[in-house]
């Protein structure tokens, strides 16, 4: 990693000050010193306020420069207008960590804005690391540290997951529920405005952080995501990452230049970062939870069939649906489990999966079940859910559960499902939390966790991507077109100049003729074999269907000459309700003549996120891609090799490969027209936007390419 | 209500025996009784135990025909094998009522099943009603009766909501939940094996139950769905309606003879059957539970714009994605909201929608923004975030929400999240939860919570649909083509016989002459328009398409004869491949041409739901159907105005309404055809299944019709 930062100084400090203690009820200054006391920092704690000797009956320092021993880390609670001044103190005092939980800098702009750009120069100038400012602070659980320079009321509870969050309140509430739910934690840090910090270094950190098994985030947005990326990959091939990104929403919509441009105008192109990341993306804070206490206690298992035992029918069948519609699938026994399962348990039990013991089952109904379907090759993963009846001693089954479970060797993730909150389930719940077995009250939420589970195993231990490889293009030609498009002051290529980019870069285009006349069309027509399409080739005109600018199916020369003649009056009448000049209406109006295609229609795009750049979309038929929204989505680059996994990701891929007794289409021809598509975008930054619509695909040696295309510069 | 049952002797009874009393710790016997005295029943309690004269310090009877007193309600809890004798007694004495809790009956099948079977008639023929077998029992809040003829250990405050639960242990989960959230019950009934009582008939009384306000189900299984639907559609118009159904996943694949089955394979009929009773259907438990306390206590909005204030960034966008993602929408304020919210709060405050009155947030600035929200005629929901900070008095900030609420006259519904489990959290939300405002630990449950009450609202206070009005059809023609095909004991019609049945209920089809070789061939050309599409009529040619069994695009007469001669070779080889007798192979092939149609590609089908009966389809595009699965189910009968709505709710609507420019296609003939096919499909039950595929439809005026049709008989 270029920037990796050294964060040792602010999780692992030897010595820390609170600069801004206060011993005032209420007061942030009071409550970051009690943490730090109250969690037994392993290290020197020192109070830092001008206008008191004494805070809370620890010596209090005038200034950070008064203290006579090293500083690694400070802790800075002051007043807005006086972070600055306290943190050249610390400059020249040697303080290596900053963790600026003082709020009022650039989340709220204006004048805000302005100090933080100051403050994040002098950090910089004097080589110190700093998270926040406007940060509730950060947490090492580390025994060897117990480090809480935060102002968070909640103590966590030592563990193995690292949570980093954007927002404060959102750190907060997770561990303010994880108190609960037994989930603890290596290290918290709240981000704050990521002013000298951001999530990457966090990561990076982590990558080698001893205590971290896995990694839980919440997050707004990225300030250097490119980076970010880099750093994620190599975090999850060694361990998993969660992460809620909230904002689903906020994104706003983009131009209409193309459907590309439109569709992106969603928060696919965090899906696409994330899943680039190897990071696995929730929706909720409750999920992110939920899964957290999973990925803390269990291996990942190899497959995605679950085995439920139950004793009562609803929450089985509740927990069927849950992790179908999760996109896992429920395991069919091996023949010897259904046996063992029919001979030793109750008659009237369901011995299928879910297997369900009945109401009454107790303690050896549960051994005698997971005997059976733990070892049972056909099974990767066990749900056992409990419903607590009166007649039965939860605790024991509870108990029994775990004997089990390790008496096998934990042989394969397992997770239960306790419902209900009397004292009988709250005490199994302890049970079988202690013994690392998480536990959820609802089928809904263990199927949640689950099915991370499962995702997260497939990103952990994977081998890097391939490299790259770098296709053989026409670059300079490429750079000449655009050149000569941004010399004549214009945005819009035309699509004889869109078509000529694709040809240089080695992208299929079906053949065609531009023309201008009647008489060009003629001579074109010999070149070509009716029917035809004819286009106008006419930048202004964006919606070119919608105007009438496509005539399609001209199966003769009469009614070749009646097309041309139409599109040039409707690019005339076109140019001229602009308030186009004379000489501009009377300019040459080109079409394009091409032969109708077949095959599958395909949509293959490029559109620029503002925060996280080029962005490649493939989709499945012009006007489904628009309506339907069937499209897969990939950050630039896009080789050979992720342009598969695009074109297997839409749901219609049935249709490409062989649904209903079609050939399947050239999938590698297709993919590399995308890779190629990616390439040009990457060696040509001055493209903001592409859109080949469609791309005609068919069964392998039959033509294929560009019928249509659309570049927008920036 | 043809077979309304008066269910006041279970839920109103005067005298309670329990059948089966027992002081053994564990046994069910005890749980009721210690239940029903606990829970202070307003009438009298008699015990039977043939073994013990005295069962918790109570008279025990040998039988309940030695109770001198009159009983009107018996809970039965004795073993299987004696459950009809006691039975049987009960009719003697006279009883009306009985809760039959012990299980072993239909639910273990075989001796079970029978058991049942005699149960039912025994209680049929005493006239006598019953809850169970297998049931948990039943409730009845009110506090005139205070019944709690369960076994369930949890005592449910009294609210105004019912809940019907077909899973004792669901509905034991649920009301053992609601015990620490505040959710207050009306009446409770375990359905159990729904005998002789089922859900039609508990939502009949529920509409005459004066403690009832709305109604809370998990349900199954339907045992008499038509009726229920008409029981059903009555009572949501007064009382909301949630359900969470299980098995989504559980229904059996159909056999592929057409799409339309396979379809509808999945759950969509239960969509259907809810979508028609004006049901509001929910995937979890959890969300039943978070709904039920919404619609408890708040009254409906008028919209679905949500304005929502918090003291936190992060859970203010959480919000704002819920939100959105679950169909409703974020308020624009009125300017003077703006004006107020920008003079009165922080400046660092933002005050567009979420309104985020920043960290530090007190009782004031929540006034502040309620007061200025609240009452704007933009908002039709408000949702209230606190996350309660270190410095901050959640309590007094619940205090003061609560007192603006109700002096500004609760104008629209309001809901609370607050997140955090601290002490000031917990008080917070006991202050909130008692003035009647639900409040939710996740933004994410809010939304949940103000989707349903949206929802629901919208069917509360509807009109009853128009009656169905009977189209103009020959049902006579209709009847002749369905009996010849039963008479040649065949299941599967023709081409040609298919298109006839539609044409005899006015279904449009388009023109088109059936062929047997070339020479009627060149004949029927003359009557039609080339180019022409020609099929081959062969019922047992399943994947007519992929077997080359169509030839689209013929257009002269040459490549007509081709077309012929290949699809009679296609026709021999078919038949001779399964082995058909040399008179079949040699008997004539018949051939569909038509003329190539212009338009929209739809489907409108019909198949037949094992438990529900016909369940007419609606969809855009033939493979579009099948792939991405975009398609309006409604339960038979189906009218014009039930299949314009199914129209409109497929995602590709855009399409036919005239999206790109196109003329919006003709409705109101598509939703004709339709209804006509539902018709057919009412008025000849011997249907199985039918598709039309595609339904050809273009704009007003322009030529529409069937160009394919499958039938099927049962």
Redesign the interface.
Known sequence: MKDRKDLSCIFRPRSVAVLGASARP?A?GR?VVKNLINFEFQGKVFLVNPGHDVVLSMKAYPSVLDIPDPVDLAVIVVPGPQVLEVVKECGEKGVKGLVIIT??FR??GGE?ANMEAELAAEIDRRGMVAVGPNSVGVMNADPAVRLNAS?I??VPKPGNVALL??????G??II??A??QDLGFSIFASLGNQMNVDSRHLLDYLQRDEQTEAVLM?V?SFRHPKEFVSVAKRLTRTKPVVV?K?????AGAHAAFSHTGSLAGMDVSYDALFEECGMVRV????ELFDIGRAIASLDFPTGKCVAVLT?????G??A???L??QGLCMAEFSPETTDTLRKELN??AAVSNPVDMV?GAGPADYETSLRAVLPDPKVDLVLTIL?P???IDGEEVARTIVRVFNDLGRPKPMLACL????KTALKGRRILSDAGIPTY??P??SAHAMRALWRVGQHVGRDPAPPLIRLDTDVKAAQSIVQEVRDQNRKVLSLQESLLLMMAYGVKVLPYESVTDVEEALAAAEKLTFPLVAKLDEPDLV?K???GGVIADIRDEAALVHAVQNLRDIARTHRQDRDADDETVAAPVHVILQQMARGHETIIGMTTDPTLGPLLLFGYGG??V???R?IAFHLHPVGEVQARKMIRRI??Y??LSG???DDPVDEAELALNIARLSQLCGDLPEIAEMEINPFFIAADGLPCGAADARVRLA
């Open positions: 209420g942030i409550e709020a009022g989340e709220i805000g102002f009321s909640t969050s954007q927002s404060g309140s959102i907060e509430t303010d529920f108190q609960f919440y707004e809620v909230a904002g689903r929403t906020a929706s909720t804070v409750e004793n009562a029918g609803g929450p069948i509740l069927t649906d849950a179908v519609a008659p009237s109401a419903v009846p009166v007649m419902m209900g909150l009397s009250l609802f809904e939420s919606h269907t919608e105007s006007i489904y628009e309506i339907i069937d749901s219609a049935p249709l649904a209903r007794g």
